[in-house]
């Protein structure tokens, strides 16, 4: 029998989860939910994008800007498996869930889980906001924009296009 080990990159699922932050330290919230990924014995980091600095939309106004970025991921976990581990990290950082879009130490969102499909109000795949968003497909787009959404059957790179021009703002440092 073959056992899957995290190192020997035979993990069989390939997915991309948004890391986003708007309160206490963003940066290191963010640093701090790839750590708690990557310590998952079934989850193996990839590729991880830079991170951007944007304002929030939508939820309370003035609520602080956002740092966002995409991490690539290997997995051995089902997509509701793996969206519950992003929830206890969530958990774990802090995250409370009182106002809807309002500010969040952490928020991770599964994008996209293989070519699958999914529209449960629980897990939808892909999700179902991120070619609207600049901010997610601006960091997909740097690490995968090849990927193709398995929907729209476009890639990364021509979703990014269709939302135009934009400037990018790197994080700050905080
Ligand atoms: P949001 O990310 O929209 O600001 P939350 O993080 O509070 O809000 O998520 C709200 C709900 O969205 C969760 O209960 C979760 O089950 C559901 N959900 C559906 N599809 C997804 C997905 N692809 N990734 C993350 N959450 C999802
Ligand atoms: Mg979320």
Redesign the pocket.
Request: no cysteine; aromatic share 8%; net charge negative.
């Given at each position: 029998m073959v056992t899957k080990s995290k190192n020997d990159s035979s993990l069989p699922h390939q997915a991309f989860i948004a890391l986003g932050s708007n309160l206490g330290r963003r940066k290191k919230n963010i640093t701090a939910a790839l750590g708690a990924l990557e310590s998952t014995r079934e989850i193996e980091i990839g590729a991880i994008s830079p991170l951007y600095e944007t304002d929030a939309e939508g939820g309370p106004e003035g609520q602080p800007a956002f740092i966002n970025g995409v991490v690539s991921v290997r997995t051995s976990l089902s997509p509701e498996r793996l969206?519950s581990v992003c929830q206890r990290i969530e958990s774990l950082l802090g995250r409370t869930?009182d106002i809807q879009?309002g500010p969040r130490t952490i928020?991770l969102?599964?994008?996209a889980f293989d070519d699958e499909i999914a529209s449960e109000?629980?897990?939808?795949?892909p999700?179902p906001m991120m070619h609207e968003r600049g901010f997610v497909m601006k960091p997909l787009a740097d690490i995968a924009p090849n990927w193709v959404h398995p929907i729209l059957q476009q890639t990364a790179a021509s979703l990014l296009a269709g939302l135009g021009e934009r400037d990018w703002i790197h994080e700050s440092d905080e």
């Open positions: 969206l869930r879009w928020d969102d599964l994008l109000p629980e897990l939808t795949l999700h």
